[in-house]
């Protein structure tokens, strides 16, 4: 048969497969950070055979394009010193590369640094690093519902196809598994906090057992979300008393059955007497007695308890001081195996709020902060906020529980207080989106939390450039204007939305845009936005002031006083611990009203700015991506706009001045601002 050397359509197709391959011209996120090239074929030599061994190997010799490597787990002091997960990377004289741990896990986390070394260009000269981790658990939650359904999602549905396992496995397991590795993700919690009793059924536990071995060899640990009273929905029990032996035993017997499949199971988190959630309190027992009962079944297997601090009643106490009062009196009694985890700040990952007070207060037990990935009060995957900023805020914040230089990073880390277990957690953003967060730039929270996880002293602005670099390209001409955008995003929207210290503005239907007039008859006054602004025709803000609620005593000295005095207050949450006089002279010289104006005003012309940035690097990157972001750019425009005009024009009712008039001046009028009703789930 003659051979037709005219190319056919089909032949163009693949060529142009390839071609799109080869240039990696077709970018939908996917690939995340992860984009080297994979044809390095670098040596690498090592003896170890486990499964995380060999993925390290693997990674290096499709990546590395450097001199060989060699990987070796020893147990000697030297290395000990970094800890079961550290390593060291040497050169020694013939130019190899040694890549040193105490474990197969450090390997993992060797071989992906120095990678990282290699796509931002870093890795020239001699090799001498020497790197562990500062939390011990690093861990995403996902507050993934076993329907597929996410709570506080943006990018899809759920990664986790409860449906399809254990038979069907899908691809995005690994994939996932993979980029958390590459930051030093070594937990995942797979379950909303809100958890249903459902997920510890046996069924189930076969389905987590598949997840958990996907995982495994990259180092991750699994976690579940538990239902307090899951004894009685499951277990037929009539109680769920943290005290009764019948209980105990349950979940003896239920932790039991989970270790037989996943024995390296991490252990529960919770969500107890919270929103509803049933708990101890429940059968007259105490957060302490709840905690204590599970840390008791898991211990013996070497799981933990992560205890959520996030507990609130709509009682007249204001509810900033609520977690403080409630595990306080029982530091120094939980079993060793329980962490209380604490969101950063005491109401609910505002998009500015002080660090909560739980963070030095709680000395004999090791704390643990929650940070939101997920953007439920920052716009959704709609607005463009860089989280490293915020996370590093609150970590750097200065406790003073042993004095200067006591930082919420110290207090948690294990370092201040001496603890054995440290933890950091974050509220996932990941769906089944194509580029899994949503908004493309979103990828960069979840990368920066993992970064700061395994090294909290690393700045918002070297974790921005080295995930740009790795992400886009490593052309400074985008890269340099493209960070400082980021560094900007998130006090961008904390000024469009809620500055100097105004909090929970948000619509009742959904957390996404602007209600500050918001009234619903009968409504838990605590989850209306009038409780927190308390805008009145004296002033605005919330006095918790020795004057008013007094949560600032809730913070050591010196910074009780320095949030107590007006004047001493750090104006970026003035309106969180004050209730502030209209004509109050802000340190600008301008009054509380023309300073507020200007506030909102900043917002949006920061996003205008962006827009601008942004539509000027269009010669740098793929169209798809560029384009995708431009138009979440524009969204963001536009609501910054919407928040502006919402919250001036309804707090000019109170304040009675006019918006300076050098100002942009309103587009909306309230009345149709309040008209707006987003279409959107509700869960306050
Ligand atoms: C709030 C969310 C709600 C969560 C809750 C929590 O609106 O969906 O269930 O926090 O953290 O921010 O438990």
Redesign the pocket.
């Known amino acids: 048969m003659k051979k037709d050397k005219t190319p056919t359509a089909c032949h163009l197709l693949l060529a142009a497969c390839l071609f799109l391959v080869n240039t990696g011209a077709a970018e939908n996120g996917h690939r995340l950070w992860l984009r080297a090239d994979t044809s390095a074929q670098a040596t690498v030599i090592t003896s170890h055979i486990g499964a995380t061994a060999v993925i390290a190997a693997n990674e290096l010799r499709k990546q590395w394009q450097g001199s060989p490597v060699i990987l070796s787990v020893k147990n000697t002091l030297s290395i000990k010193d970094y800890g079961n997960e550290g390593f060291i990377i040497n050169e020694n004289s013939q130019k190899e590369i040694s890549i040193t741990a105490g474990s197969e896990a450090g390997l993992l986390y060797g071989a992906y640094h120095l990678l990282r070394l290699q796509a931002i260009g870093a890795a020239i000269g001699t090799l001498n690093i020497s790197e562990a981790p500062k939390y011990k658990i690093r861990l995403l939650n996902h507050?993934d519902n076993l329907d597929g359904t996410i709570?506080?999602g943006y990018a899809g549905y759920s990664i986790w196809k409860w449906d399809e396992l254990p038979q069907t496995i899908s691809p995005r397991y690994k994939e996932y598994a993979r980029a958390n590795a590459s930051i030093g993700i070594n937990g995942t919690v797979l379950n909303?906090?809100?958890a249903t009793p459902q997920v510890l059924t046996s069924e189930m536990l076969q389905k987590v057992k598949i997840i958990a071995e996907v995982l495994r060899p990259y180092n991750i640990k699994v976690y579940l979300s538990i239902n307090f009273s899951s004894p009685m929905a499951l277990g037929g029990l009539n109680t769920a008393d943290p005290l009764d032996k019948d209980v105990r035993q349950w979940w003896k017997n239920k932790v039991k059955e989970i270790y037989q499949l996943i024995p390296d199971f991490g252990g529960f988190l919770v969500?107890a007497n919270?929103?509803g959630?049933p708990g101890p309190q429940d059968f007259g027992r105490t957060h302490l007695d709840g905690a204590n009962m599970l840390a008791e079944a898991l211990a013996p297997h070497k799981g933990i308890v992560m205890w959520?601090a996030?507990v609130y009643h709509p009682t007249d106490t204001d509810r900033a001081k609520q977690a403080y009062q409630e595990f306080t009196p029982f530091d120094g009694k939980f079993l060793p195996n329980v962490l209380i985890q604490v969101?950063n700040g005491p109401i609910?990952?505002q998009p500015r709020e002080p660090f909560s007070p739980l963070f030095g207060a709680m000395q004999q037990t090791p704390v643990m902060s929650?940070f939101?990935i997920t953007q439920?009060?920052l716009g959704f995957s709609n607005h463009l906020a860089y989280l490293g900023t915020m996370y590093k805020e609150c970590l750097d914040s200065d406790t003073y529980a042993h004095g200067e230089g006591s930082s919420v990073a110290k207090a948690t880390d294990g370092s201040l207080f001496g603890h054995k277990i440290s933890a950091i957690a974050g509220?996932a953003n990941i769906g089944e989106d194509t580029n899994w967060c949503g908004h493309h730039l979103a990828q960069a929270n979840w990368y920066a939390f993992g970064r700061l996880a395994w090294n909290h002293t690393l700045s918002a602005e070297s974790i921005s450039r080295e995930w740009i670099r790795q992400t886009f390209t490593d052309n400074e001409e985008f890269i340099t204007p493209v960070a400082e955008m980021m560094m900007q995003s998130r006090e961008a929207v904390v000024n469009y939305m809620m500055p100097m210290g105004l909090h929970h503005l948000f619509a009742w239907g959904h957390?996404y845009g602007p209600e500050p007039w918001c009234e619903v008859e009968g409504a838990r006054p605590d989850w209306l936005p009038s409780y927190y602004h308390k805008a009145d025709h004296t002033g605005i803000g919330f006095n918790r002031s020795s004057t008013g609620s007094n949560a600032v005593a809730q913070y050591f000295s010196p910074l009780r006083e320095e949030f107590n005095h007006i004047q001493s207050c750090d104006e970026r949450y003035l309106l969180w611990f004050h209730h502030v006089a209209w004509d109050y002279r802000m340190k600008s010289g301008r009054t509380l009203w023309d300073e507020l104006c200007y506030h909102y005003d900043k917002g949006v012309q920061s996003v205008r700015k962006f827009q601008k940035i942004w539509d000027s690097m269009e010669p740098y990157i793929d169209a798809e991506r560029f384009a995708h972001v431009q138009a979440r750019l524009r969204i963001q425009a536009r609501d910054a706009v919407w928040w502006k005009d919402a919250c001036l024009l309804y707090f000019q009712i109170f304040s009675m001045r006019h918006i300076p008039y050098e100002l942009e001046r309103p587009v909306h009028d309230l009345d149709d601002l309040k008209k707006i009703k987003l279409n959107m789930t509700h869960?306050?």
């Open positions: 507050w709570e506080r909303n906090v809100n969500k919270s929103e959630l959520r996030f969101k609910d990952f929650e939101q439920e009060y509220v957390h869960h306050n």
